[in-house]
T-cell receptor, first 113, second 111 residues
């Protein structure tokens, strides 16, 4: 069975400080892992994806995530937060062609000036 | 190239009314999906399709029906709307084993 746990429902950082959004997953198979971002009243946009190539994945807008199989984690990081990063972030695990896709509950990121 | 579009953007229904949400994609994707998004629950898969003429149930299919008569379109129907179906509905499409592309969403309120 698959599951995704986003360990924080809310994260608040100051502009210019690092961002860490935590995600643990469970999967019986080798999964594909994704991070999506959703700005208010918008659809979801792909930030980055892991599909069994390099364990450190770079995405858009300076975000990156590291796949750690031993810890079953796929945490999202960014060295320096920007006000425009304020949004909700979803960690997603997917197997077998994509239709067995499980979304985490989401982490809302607040960025303070 | 519009990507994934959804019609309508907003809708208010009374309990028992029916409606159809339309999703269209111009990326020639095989797979299409309907999700609902509720606060604190992420996105939950309602139904999906792996090709024209095929559909399958997702995690929360009850009260919904779908059809995929054309590859580019995926329709979600509510035959008799209930207040529990108040939600934001997202359509997505993808190639097999690849990331999903999402539409802008439809905000549905059932009174």
């Amino acid at each position: 069975a698959q599951s995704v746990t986003q360990l924080d429902s809310h994260v608040s950082v100051s502009e210019g400080t690092p961002v860490l959004l935590r995600c643990n997953y469970s999967s019986s198979y080798s999964p594909s892992l994704f991070w999506y971002v959703q700005h208010p009243n918008k659809g979801l946009q792909l930030l980055l994806k892991y599909t069994s190539a390099a364990t450190l994945v770079k995405g858009i807008n300076g975000f990156e995530a590291e796949f750690k199989k031993s810890e079953t984690s796929f945490h999202l990081t960014k060295p320096s937060a920007h006000m425009s990063d304020a949004a909700e972030y979803f960690c997603v695990v997917s197997i077998t062609g994509g239709f067995k896709t499980i979304f985490g509950a989401g982490t809302r990121l607040f960025v303070k000036a | 190239n519009a990507g994934v579009t959804q019609t309508p953007k907003f809708r208010v229904l009374k309990t028992g009314q029916s409606m159809t949400l339309l999703c269209a994609q111009d990326m020639n994707h095989e797979y299409m999906y309907w999700y609902r998004q509720d606060p604190g629950m992420g996105l939950r898969l309602i139904h999906y399709s792996v090709g024209e003429g095929t559909t399958a149930k997702g995690e929360v299919p009850d009260g919904y029906n779908v059809s995929r008569l054309k590859k580019q379109n995926f329709l979600l129907g509510l035959e008799s709307a209930a207040p529990s179906q108040t939600s934001v509905y997202f359509c997505a499409s993808s190639r097999p084993d690849n990331e999903q592309f999402f539409g802008p969403g439809t905000r549905l309120t059932v009174l």
